[in-house]
């Protein structure tokens, strides 16, 4: 609409104020819009850092743990644990703190060897940013068997050491009520240490042999006691027994005699000759076959040796240990 001076000058001064003042308003700065919050620092874990290589350091730590212990380098081995570290061992009693542990330890170390423990397969795992780690691993162990070793280690001062240690024995399911009741109920007999036949003792329990014509044969002994040890052996073939003996090993003064009786037949004597701990042999010269006979201790249980005069046949055959089960299977 066209303004005329007339209407213009109908504007009352209260207008003019109030448009003055909304102009004014307008003219003025805004102010500077709100900054972004700030995101609060994420706080780092204690130790957390270059960590690419830490489960190779975890590993080599408790490869060197082991090594120490073969070596009997008592002061590098317990060097791996921490001041608060934990070892448990294979008994139920075997709770240890490092010193505990120590004291355990030290009269194998001085022995030159302690104890050999080799890895065959380990995981780890890492938390906390690599200031710790668990593993587990299983062991190839000297006088164990196999066996299993889980832990913690942490991480101070870049330096990767054991807090806790956990040595268990894995057993095969299919034998675990053999252990249970060897474990619990069963009572263990040994030979007295007095015992004329005390040297002979390794000779004792079941052992197991198998011929390439399937014939199987068990062969067993009591422990040395009042200065005998009393034997059975049973071979098996096709499912029908092939043979049985009676035997016994007697001190009969100055002299280790065996007797041994082929079907429950008439005794026949052999006397000891030597005194090599690790093998029994018994003679009799005037006997038909066999003329000697010798038992052998060897890595794989015990080498057995039937022999007769020259150009008289020689058997041998090696019985690997065996352990009777009370409780029926069925055939494979």
């Keep these: 609409m066209l303004l005329t001076s007339r209407g213009v000058s109908h504007l009352s001064k209260t207008s003019l104020s109030a448009l003055w003042l909304l102009a004014s308003a307008c003219a003025q700065p805004q102010p500077p819009p709100l900054a972004p919050r700030a995101t609060p620092p994420v706080a780092r874990s204690v130790g957390e850092g270059d960590c690419s290589n830490c ?22 081995y317990f060097d791996h644990l921490t001041e608060d570290a934990v070892f448990l061992g ?34 780890i795992a890492l ?33 990767w050491r054991i807090a806790q240690y956990n040595l268990a ?13 060897a474990a619990e109920t069963a009572r263990v007999t040994r030979a007295p240490a007095q015992d004329a036949l005390a040297s002979l003792a390794w000779l004792s329990g079941a052992w197991l042999s198998e011929m390439p014509d399937g014939e199987r044969s068990l062969e067993v002994w009591t422990h040395p006691n009042a200065g005998t040890m009393i034997g059975s052996g049973h071979s098996v073939k096709a499912g029908k027994t092939s043979f049985f003996e009676y035997m016994r090993i007697e001190a009969l003064g100055n002299e280790v005699v065996y007797t041994a009786q082929p079907r429950g037949g008439k005794p026949t004597a ?15 010269p005037k006997h038909d076959w066999p003329k000697r006979l010798t ?33 029926v299977v069925e055939s494979p």
Excluded: C
């Design 270 to 284: 052999f006397k000891r000759v030597g005194s090599d701990p690790e093998a029994l042999v018994f003679e009799n």
């Design 90 to 123: 294979t008994d139920a009693t075997e709770r240890w703190t490092k010193a505990e542990f120590r004291d355990y330890a030290r009269p194998h170390f001085q022995k030159g060897k302690a104890w050999t423990f080799r890895a065959t397969r380990r995981t």
């Design 55 to 76: 489960k190779q350091q975890v590993g080599a730590v408790i490869d060197d743990f082991h090594a120490a212990a073969a070596a009997a380098e008592e002061a590098r």
């Design 169 to 181: 024995l894995t057993i095969p399911n299919a034998r675990f009520f053999l252990v249970k009741e």
């Design 295 to 327: 038992y052998a201790r060897v890595p794989a249980g015990v080498r057995v040796r039937v022999e007769g005069g020259p150009g008289q046949p020689v058997e041998e055959w090696v019985m690997a240990p065996a352990v009777i089960a009370r409780h």
């Design 127 to 159: 938390a906390d940013g690599g200031a710790l780690a668990w593993f587990e691993e299983a062991l190839d162990t000297e006088n164990l068997g196999p066996a299993r070793g889980s832990g913690v280690l942490v991480r101070h001062n870049g330096r």
